[in-house]
């Protein structure tokens, strides 16, 4: 199997990438609705992580039309796909690696992810997590859907399996390839704990998609 870098993987699959996700992802339609009931009435800015084509924000938005959203996500071709979708909603999008820009402090009521955490190691995470538990306003919440598994096997396996298809590929950089390695809900919890987060709760899970409410 040949991993390709994460940018590439979803540019060559823009197109296709909303059928995918609302058809094919067990629980993902009913994802997008349930994070939407979600955001906090007097959210006025949203910091999404991760946003791609932004299938949660078309949710968010049927809500709350005037809402201001920060999105930030490596593929430049699904931010495009964004725009062209929402041209008259006060979208500020970045093409960036979310690990290493800088988020600010105190500047959002509800940061949101969907589905693009699954990609990453515990430590990346764990460093996101506490940046954005800084980002949020007090009280706000970090809302949280994304590929989990229940038991520490089936963790475990996926990340030996991308160490392997690494070495396979002869890849030895430390850029981002698209390999899914979900880890745990518990594990996914204690992480959101261990940045600060006071309290974090599950709200949703059909097969392995699955939702965690972190309150700062």
């Known amino acids: 199997m040949k991993l390709e870098k994460m940018a590439d993987f979803f540019a060559e699959r823009a197109d296709m990438y909303d059928e995918h996700m609302l058809t094919e992802v067990e629980g993902c339609k009913e994802g997008y609705r349930k994070m939407a009931s979600l955001i906090p009435g007097n959210t006025e800015a949203i910091l999404d992580l991760g ?3 932004g299938l949660e924000l078309d949710e968010i938005f049927s809500l709350y039309p005037d809402i201001n959203v920060t999105g930030i ?3 430049d071709v699904m931010l495009r796909k964004l725009r062209e979708k ?7 999008l970045i093409c960036a690696d979310y690990f290493a820009e800088n988020l600010g402090e105190s500047r959002f009521d509800c940061a949101i992810s969907f589905q693009t955490m699954h990609h990453f190691p515990k430590n990346k995470k764990l460093s996101l997590y506490k940046k954005v538990n800084a980002a949020l306003k007090e009280n706000g919440i970090y809302i949280e859907c994304d590929y989990m598994v229940l038991t520490q096997k089936e963790e475990d396996f996926w990340f030996a399996e991308k160490e392997r ?11 981002y390839y698209h390999y899914d390695t979900p880890c745990t809900v518990s594990n996914q919890i204690f992480l959101l704990e261990k940045a600060g987060f006071s309290k974090v709760t ?8 699955t939702m965690l409410v972190a309150e700062k």
Do not use: A, M
């Open 51 to 53: 946003c791609g084509t």
């Open 73 to 75: 996500d490596l593929s």
């Open 86 to 92: 929402h041209p008259d909603k006060r979208l500020s």
């Open 165 to 175: 298809l690494r070495r396979e590929n002869g890849i030895t950089d430390d850029g």
């Open 202 to 209: 599950q709200v949703f899970r059909t097969e392995n998609t």
